[in-house]
């Protein structure tokens, strides 16, 4: 049924192409969930017996303690029995998109001046009265990247998890969550309306939680899961409303129908700005930005590799996904965007100090993609949709290297306190140190990752952050945004103010990154005596994906270099991925440069070297300033004091927001709704209040069931009988 | 398949045979017997249970085989009540036995027998005293709550609705727990204090519809909707009388205390039932009676703001206490009220999105609680405590438990791509056109359920495995197993492609949201007389 209505897609120039498959790219992540999905409940289960009550009795007469040795074996590091079924399905079916969303791109690249989105329609999802809202799939430029990103990505990182995850007793599961997220995470990019993109949005949220808490035996791995979902519906509440007025004003949620009502909106008016705010809302919970970031750093509780699939590559990326889907709301919203921007480099700033004082190697790289993330939010804030889905593609190669190396590293620290049993903090830096004698590749590639990062040339991330802080400057002059005032701020001065955050966040991101690189891997080894023994590579099924990452990472600026630099170098087309996304979002981002323009390339080259010479100095501040050798494993660590402290304890907001939000809604709903109001006054006061009544009621009904309480159903029973009877004898006179 | 229907003439026999079978079934038990022993044995342990129990499942599965008919038969596209029939019953008084369904009561019809076959194997091995009485009580409810969902007559309406109360009323006092006598009593005065002034408004209708030639009362749907004549104020208290009803059958804030006690009270089958559908019986009967009859009252400005404040208030409330509640069961109840909030923003909100919404709530209310009722029942009987914090960890030792548990929660969230998320969306972004700030309010409880559902399910799957007692809990078995996958297969069903039910639905939701609105302004314009 799926395919025959595809095939009915019309005249598109990529009809009948490859990509006329695209539907099979989202199944085949799905198809390999329900496989082990299926694989993970078989072998676990052992079915009850017919009458459980009898059974629990049973039970508890060998509850002596020495009966649960199964329940805790479980625990034990095990190998499924069905693994290799998993080892083979679960990246098998990545490989098998990847190669699919690749032919796709051939297909689309092999079309000249492709305009017009692919759009397939599978089936009616939502039909009622004037609302209707189908399945079906848009690819257009911009779904492509995303596309090849998540399934790149996610391929490498669907390989680098056998190694990871092998041992672990919930393998099948772990992959069937893994790839259930992928599935979710192509409705999100592919879907060609807002409901269908809300579907993935909240899926990837659904798969998000069940991996954070996937060791769910530690409540706080549990508990950061729960956090995780709930922050993100207070995101996906404001998703949802700027939907409702979407669709009251606009009668349509589908991309393409509301792109051709884009003249219409009134430029800079309430109602569009306040749907771009609610998207932004959804925006903050997705994509950790502030006052939403608090889950994400917890988020680390999941596996490694969960860490660099979902929390760093992909799923949070969404929000600026969304904001470039959505280019032609946010171009006629400034006041909009110039929040998006704002909240955007306060998030990269703010989140930069955090992790400037966390031990956890995850809580850094997990500030760090919040950090990042921000960046992203000034470019596509900035209507430099371009920048900003470019900086989402390099920082999904460098932060997935660099999770995926820390993963390498927690995962060599682990088997070694394994090997000794002991029992200490595989993740904290203070355990590290001098890893590069025992992790050669991993070090060396980490490096590249934590180069790109810091924006030195001429790895990927100098490109992408260049040319969001390049646009964002530029914007100063003459675009709608500086002419648009924010809370009685002219845009002007709220651009620089944000170029100016920009600048210090990516000063304290190169020290941040190289703290992480000397503690872990230089200076003197902390790990102990016997545990150096054990420290080794990764194996190649874990090092390999990291090979593809680093290259991708040191020249993933190829995609889309600037003129500046091709006009002095030839090192090869400018401007690939712009002209690539220009069809998508080039109206959107002329509409935003209004009477502005591009910065004259004298200024461009004062601006490059400024940032590289901020990055250098921040490889420098780190290198004197720091020393490892003074370090002392965690144990023997003492408390920090003053503001290391506070940073440390990250501002304390998990704490602020607990006491003004959390606990007062406990108390609330405890003290006064439910005994307040419900048991005390409706119940107490009202109902019982008649009590007489209900005791006299009580006592006649007493009296009417003592004894033969049967006999009275069976009363019941004759008087529908007579009653039937009686109707029956109307009908025959 | 329609063609077979035809040539059996099944649209002429349907709805009375959907009454007939169930009785015929309570008949069926009552001729074999109560077993000699004393009425507190256990019948499922001495096997005297089975022959009850078998009979009620094969009746109820032929009920639901019956009525499934329904569901190719049914024609959207045609306008008026099909499969009907009518014939006299108390001529006299003007009282028909009448009965016709339109797409709602259709859908409503096809989810009460699915969910009592589920039923009967919810509480197979759990109800184990009186079990002969039990099951005849379980047939005459089905053929009470398919009788109200039926009726065309108000005063066979009246009756059903009684029919219905009482089998329940012994359900909740007989085979419940400990306070089943307070949950019983309070349930039935509750409901017996609304449905009262329903009677009185129904006869005061009856009459108002009566010939002028032979004076005879009328008590006909059709009829008192188009001929009865009452006027503005007597509309307002009579509305008032069916509001007090059905109010309390939803349950609507404040109306609503009698649900956490009764739910709780109730055996693992009569919670499901009473969440599944009865409560949709007070949802129904705002969308069949309340609103259509007094149309000039209940789009009334001052009316309707009360009434979605209500329901508003429900949304919120009903989910902030649940998230305080020590007791799972509880806790699901309360939810209810939330949900069925959502029912009432709908139908009131008036939008055609709006009420379909308010059906898909209505629909996915009872399979995502009935299921969840029925999961709460099973680790009940394996562990005998309701209480969260009992629990903790089990995950490990019941996967398959725990893995239903689970897509039932993200349904009851409301998570799209399950059942829950497509109700939820369509009252939402309806009533959006309507009533902004309600549906703006409203809609924070999706914060709310997210809140409240994953913190139980977390206290009860996930966090560590510490107490001695869950150590041995034994996973599903098959039947139980049967029982929650096509509620499983439904949630996902509706979910992903929830279009055949929406446009069965469409063309009557359609035809209230239109006559309920042009019915309304014709009222104000026109001076109605009261009664002659």
């Given at each position: 049924m799926l395919i025959?209505?595809?095939?009915?897609a019309g005249t598109n120039p990529l009809a009948g192409t490859a990509a006329g498959w695209m539907w099979a790219i989202p199944l085949l992540p799905l198809l390999g969930f329900l496989i082990n999905g299926l694989v993970a409940l078989t072998s676990a289960a052992h079915f009850g017996p017919a009458d459980p009550t009898a059974a629990s009795h049973a039970a508890h007469g060998d509850d002596d303690g020495a009966g649960h040795g199964d329940a805790h074996a479980a625990h034990a590091s095990t190998r499924h029995r069905f693994a290799a079924v998993t080892s083979i399905v679960g990246p098998g079916v990545l490989v098998a998109a990847f190669?699919?969303?690749a032919a796709a791109f051939l297909a689309m690249r092999a079309v000249p001046d492709l305009s017009a989105p692919f759009v397939q329609r599978y089936f009616s999802w939502m039909p009622v009265g004037d609302l209707s809202v189908d399945v079906a799939f848009r690819l257009d430029q911009l779904s492509m990247v995303m596309v090849l990103v998540v399934t790149g990505v996610g391929m490498l990182i669907h390989i680098f998890s056998v190694g990871y995850m092998r041992e672990d007793p919930g393998y099948p599961r772990y992959f069937a969550y893994l790839n259930l997220f992928v599935f979710f995470m192509l409705v999100l990019v592919l879907g060609a309306n807002y409901p269908l993109l809300f579907i993935g949005w909240e899926g990837v949220g659904l798969c998000s939680y069940l991996l954070i808490g996937f060791w769910f035996s530690e409540k706080a791995n549990a508990d950061a899961g729960k956090k995780a979902f709930i922050v993100n519906?207070?995101?996906?509440?404001?998703?949802?409303?700027?939907?409702?007025?979407?669709?009251?004003n606009y009668g349509t949620l589908d991309f393409s129908a509301l792109q051709a009502q884009a003249g219409a909106f009134v430029f800079g008016g309430p109602l569009i700005t306040a749907i771009a705010l609610f998207f932004f809302l959804g925006c903050t919970g997705k994509s950790a930005q502030i006052p939403l970031y608090i889950w994400l750093p917890d988020a680390m509780a999941g596996p490694t590799p969960v860490s660099a699939l979902i929390h760093a590559a992909t799923m949070v990326t969404a929000g600026v996904y969304l904001i470039a889907r959505s280019n032609f709301i946010f171009a006629a919203a400034p006041v909009a965007g110039l929040t998006v921007i704002v909240v955007g480099a306060l998030t990269a700033f703010f989140a930069a100090t955090i992790g400037l004082k966390q031990w956890d190697i995850k809580k850094v790289l997990a500030y760090s993609t919040v950090s990042q993330l921000g960046y992203m939010f000034v470019g596509v804030g900035a209507g430099a949709y371009v920048a900003g889905i470019f900086h989402l593609m390099t920082h999904a190669f460098f932060k997935a290297l660099l999770f995926l190396g820390a993963g390498s590293v927690i995962h060599v620290m682990h088997e070694a306190y394994h090997h000794t049993h002991r029992h200490d903090d595989a993740q904290d830096m203070r355990n590290m140190g001098g890893l590069r004698k025992h992790m050669k590749v991993t070090w060396i590639l980490m490096w590249i990752a934590t180069l790109a990062i810091s924006g030195i040339p001429p790895f990927s991330g100098f490109f992408s952050k260049d040319e969001i802080l390049g646009t964002l400057f530029s914007r100063a002059d003459g675009s709608t945004l500086a002419q648009?005032?924010?809370?009685?701020?002219?845009?002007t001065v709220v651009i620089y103010g944000a170029y100016a955050l920009g600048l210090a966040a990516a000063l304290l991101t190169a020290i941040y990154m190289t703290r992480l690189m000397l503690y872990t891997f230089h200076g003197p080894n902390r790990t102990g005596e016997q545990e150096r023994a054990h420290l080794h590579e990764a194996p190649w099924v874990m090092t390999g994906p990291l090979v593809v990452l680093g290259i991708l990472a040191a020249v993933g600026g190829w995609f889309n270099l600037p003129e500046i630099v091709t006009r002095a170098l030839p090192l090869g087309p400018t401007g690939l991925l712009e002209h690539w996304l220009d069809p998508v979002v080039g109206a959107g981002t002329a509409r935003v440069v209004g009477s502005g323009g591009e910065v004259a390339a004298g200024t461009e080259?004062?601006?490059?070297?400024?940032?590289?010479?901020?990055?250098?100095?921040g490889i420098a501040i780190a290198v004197t300033v720091l020393k490892p050798a003074r370090l002392v494993p965690k144990a023997q660590a003492s408390p920090e004091q003053g503001f290391e402290r506070v940073l440390n304890n990250k501002y304390y907001v998990d704490e602020i927001y607990d006491a003004a939000v959390v606990r007062p809604t406990y108390d609330v709903s405890r003290n006064l709704l439910w005994r307040g109001i419900d048991t005390g006054l409706i119940d107490g006061l009202l109902v019982n209040g008649s009590a007489w009544l209900a005791r006299l009621t009580g006592w006649i009904g007493s009296q009417f069931q003592s004894g033969q309480l049967g006999t009275y159903a069976w009363v019941l029973v004759l008087g529908v009988l007579l009653v039937l009877g009686a109707f029956h004898h109307s009908v025959l006179p | 398949m329609n063609e077979f229907l035809t040539s059996i003439g099944y649209m002429h026999w349907v709805l009375p045979m959907l009454l007939l079978v169930p009785t015929l079934g309570a008949a069926a038990i009552w001729l074999h017997g109560a077993p000699g022993g004393p009425p507190g044995d256990d019948d499922v342990a001495s096997g005297t249970a089975g022959a009850p129990r078998l009979i009620a499942l094969v009746t109820l599965a032929a009920e639901f085989v019956v009525s499934l008919g329904l569901w190719w038969a049914y024609d959207p596209a045609v306008a008026g009540w099909q499969a009907a029939f009518n014939v006299p019953w108390i001529p006299s008084w003007g009282i028909r036995f009448s009965?016709?369904?339109?797409?709602?009561?259709l859908m409503m019809i096809l989810l009460t027998t699915s969910i009592m076959v589920l039923a009967v194997l919810g509480g197979w091995t759990s109800i184990r005293r009186r079990t002969h009485a039990y099951y005849a009580l379980l047939l005459i409810l089905t053929a009470g709550m398919l009788g109200v969902f039926m009726s065309l007559d108000l005063f066979l309406f009246y009756v059903m609705w009684e029919v219905m109360l009482v089998p329940m009323y012994f359900i909740v006092g007989v085979w419940g727990g400990d306070r089943r006598l307070y949950a019983s009593i309070k349930f039935f005065l509750y409901t017996m204090v609304g449905s009262l002034l329903m009677l009185v408004a129904i006869v005061y209708l009856g009459l108002a519809a009566r010939s002028r030639l032979t004076g005879i009362p009328d008590f006909s749907y059709d009829a008192i909707l188009a001929t009865a004549r009452v006027s503005h104020t007597a509309a307002f208290w009579l509305f008032g009388a069916f509001f007090l009803a059905f109010a309390v059958k939803v349950p609507m804030f404040p109306f609503h205390?009698?649900?956490?006690?009764?739910?709780?009270?109730a055996p693992t089958p009569g919670s499901v039932v009473l969440a599944s559908i009865m409560l949709k019986l007070g949802t129904f009967g705002f969308i069949r009676l309340a609103v259509p009859l007094f149309p000039a009252v209940a789009t009334n400005a001052t009316v309707r703001a009360i009434v979605l404040t209500l329901a508003v208030i429900g949304i919120v409330y009903g989910a902030l206490v649940s998230l305080v509640q020590p007791d799972f069961k509880k806790l699901v109840a309360y939810s209810s009220v939330s949900h069925l909030g959502f029912v009432m923003l709908g139908i009131f909100a008036l939008t055609v999105q709006s009420v379909q919404g308010a059906l898909m709530v209505m629909i996915n209310h009872g399979i995502s609680t009935g299921a969840l009722f029925f999961l709460i029942g099973m680790i009940y009987e394996r562990r005998h405590t309701r209480l969260i914090e009992d629990y903790g960890g089990i995950a490990r030792v019941v996967p398959m438990f725990a893995a239903a548990l689970t897509v039932v929660t993200f349904s009851s969230i409301g998570v799209p791509g399950t059942n829950g998320f497509i109700g939820e969306f369509l009252v939402l972004i309806g009533a959006f056109r309507t009533y902004p700030v309600y549906a703006l309010i409203a809609a924070?409880?999706?914060?709310?359920?997210?809140?409240?559902?994953?913190?139980?399910?977390?206290r009860i799957l996930f966090n560590a495995l510490d107490k001695k007692a869950n150590f041995h809990i034994p996973d599903l078995n098959r039947r139980e197993l049967a029982l929650l996958i096509p509620l499983l297969a439904g949630i996902v069903w509706l979910g992903v492609y929830p279009e055949p039910v929406l446009r069965r639905m469409e063309p009557s939701a359609e035809r209230f949201v239109q006559s309920v609105q042009t019915r309304a302004i014709a009222q104000n314009q026109a001076p109605a007389g009261g009664i002659e």
């Open positions: 025959q209505s595809a095939a009915s190669l699919l969303a519906r207070i995101g996906d509440f404001g998703f949802l409303i700027a939907m409702f007025l979407l669709f009251a648009a005032h924010w809370l009685g701020l002219p845009g080259g004062l601006l490059i070297a400024v940032a590289v010479a901020i990055a250098v100095s | 009965l016709g369904i339109d797409g709602i009561s205390t009698w649900l956490p006690d009764a739910h709780v009270e924070t409880a999706v914060i709310f359920s997210a809140a409240y559902l994953l913190w139980a399910i977390q």
